[in-house]
């Protein structure tokens, strides 16, 4: 049995511990409110933009023929993985790392047996697991969520674009958190380029493409609106990884502050107990003493 002064050390250490867990699931709420805020506005815009856009391309030969949309043999893989920059967020980023691992396995085993996948990672927590396994991973963009905006997210975007459009990739994939509920993220990976087509709505997309007017040309309309999409496509999946992160944060911390005060409880148990032995040892010695004396 721990002697009292290690079980009151343990005591405090908790109790220290609690405080901490405490207060940074008071920090990940505040933050919480906010990502959630900007998710939440974000979502209708980004979804009007994807629309606007297959109505306009779909049965659109400009559309068709955009660089953006042109399917080739898959031969290099770009992952964007996007992760947190901190742990403490319970199965958050291991889930990231877990589903991505999955697509490489079944879609991409090929490409990845000749290291012809990259990982340009969103978060430090990605870039850290990928290059344990050997990958090779941009990192010039792992320090986003360092104060996120769109200017950041943006010039991520552009980097991709340009290389899937000079051929230094045949496909892009995206794999982040979607941010559902406080308890609940859902794991997504998306294909980013090419832009896949919504054949099951082409026939009312081009019934509504009669429709526009365009000025000055469709061609151009399309080469400027499939750019803004594709960032916009990826700023939606930054601000839903950060709502996610925010929420494992505030979850992984209640747990582990419940986890404290349930280990309060058996300390406390266990030091009233050792100490109720000592008394109880202290008085059968005095009273040893005593009639040994009085035997005398």
């Given amino acids: 049995m721990p002697s009292l002064k290690e079980v009151r050390n343990r005591i ?18 505040a933050k919480l409110r906010r990502a959630q805020d900007n998710i939440t506005r974000m979502r209708p815009y980004a979804q009007k933009l994807s629309q606007m856009l297959a109505t306009v391309s779909s049965g659109s030969e400009a559309g068709s023929q955009n660089p953006y949309k042109q399917e080739r043999d898959v031969q290099r893989v770009l ?7 901190r742990g403490l967020c319970g199965g958050f980023n291991a889930n990231v790392v877990k589903a991505a691992n999955a697509l490489l396995a079944d879609k991409y ?10 990982i ?6 990605g870039a850290e697991a990928f290059t344990r396994r050997g990958f090779s991973v941009n990192t010039a963009h792992t320090d986003v969520f360092l104060s996120l905006s769109f200017d950041k997210v943006k010039a991520a975007g552009e980097e991709i ?6 051929g230094k990739f045949d496909v892009v994939e995206v794999i982040y958190n979607e941010f559902k509920n406080v308890a609940t993220q859902i794991v997504r990976a998306e294909q980013l380029l090419p832009m896949a087509s919504d054949k099951t709505n082409t026939s009312k997309a081009v ?7 365009f000025e000055p040309s469709e061609e151009q309309i399309i080469d400027e609106l499939i750019p803004k999409a594709l960032k916009m496509q990826l700023y939606k999946a930054v601000l839903d990884s950060n709502a996610s992160e925010h929420g494992a944060r505030m ?4 747990k582990a502050t419940e986890n404290a005060q349930d280990l309060l409880k058996q300390l406390r148990l266990e030091y009233n107990r050792s100490r109720q032995a000592a008394i109880t040892k202290e008085i059968l ?5 005593a009639e040994a004396l009085a035997g005398k």
Avoid: L
């Avoid at 992952?79 to 920059?85: C, G, K, P, R």
């Avoid at 085993?109 to 990259?118: S, T």
């Fill in 161 to 166: 674009m340009a290389d899937f459009k000079a």
């Fill in 79 to 85: 992952f964007v993985v996007i992760t947190s920059d």
């Fill in 285 to 289: 010695e005095i009273v040893g003493g």
């Fill in 120 to 125: 340009m990672s969103i978060g430090k927590k």
């Fill in 109 to 118: 085993a090929a490409q990845a047996a000749k290291n012809n996948v990259e």
């Fill in 207 to 213: 019934s509504a493409a009669a429709n526009y007017s």
């Fill in 12 to 29: 405090t250490s908790v109790n220290s511990t609690q405080q901490i867990t405490k207060a940074m699931k008071m920090v990940a709420a």
């Fill in 251 to 254: 979850t992984a911390m209640d």
